[in-house]
């Protein structure tokens, strides 16, 4: 298993940037798959990108193409998502995830076995 904290969130007003950080911890972080997800107050956590072992294979919710960006550093053992043109509805707490298994490209909570704690992001409109 590993150990993820993320950090980067913050109050943002629509249109701008953020960039989320997840620090990972832990043995062969570069064997897992990572992942994005996000939960609204009152909703269920929804899936934001996931990204390959390699880098090469990224998957995004339709509500993000085209303005988020997951990446990772297998070096630093970090994972980024680079949010621009923010809405007001992409206000939640956005946590962090890997998983083991390749599966977890498909962005389903269940194949992701760690979680970091969350952190917040608010846009204001």
């Known amino acids: 298993q590993v150990q993820l904290v993320e950090s980067g969130g913050g109050l943002v007003q629509a249109g701008g940037s953020l960039r989320l950080s997840c620090a990972a911890s832990g043995r062969a972080f570069s064997n897992y798959t990572m992942g994005w997800f996000r939960q609204a107050p009152g909703k269920e956590r929804d899936f934001v990108a996931t990204?390959?072992?390699?880098?090469?294979?990224?998957y995004y919710a339709d509500s993000v193409k085209g303005r988020f960006t997951i990446s990772r550093d297998n070096v630093k053992n970090m994972v980024y998502l680079q949010m621009n043109s923010l809405k007001p509805e992409d206000t939640a707490v956005y946590y962090c995830?890997?998983?083991?298994?390749?599966?977890?490209?498909?962005?389903?909570?269940?194949?992701?076995?760690?979680w970091g704690q969350g952190t917040q992001v608010t846009v204001s409109s």
């Open positions: 995830a890997a998983s083991q298994s390749i599966n977890g490209l498909r962005g389903r909570g269940p194949d992701f076995g760690s």
């Open positions: 990204i390959s072992w390699s880098g090469s294979i990224t």
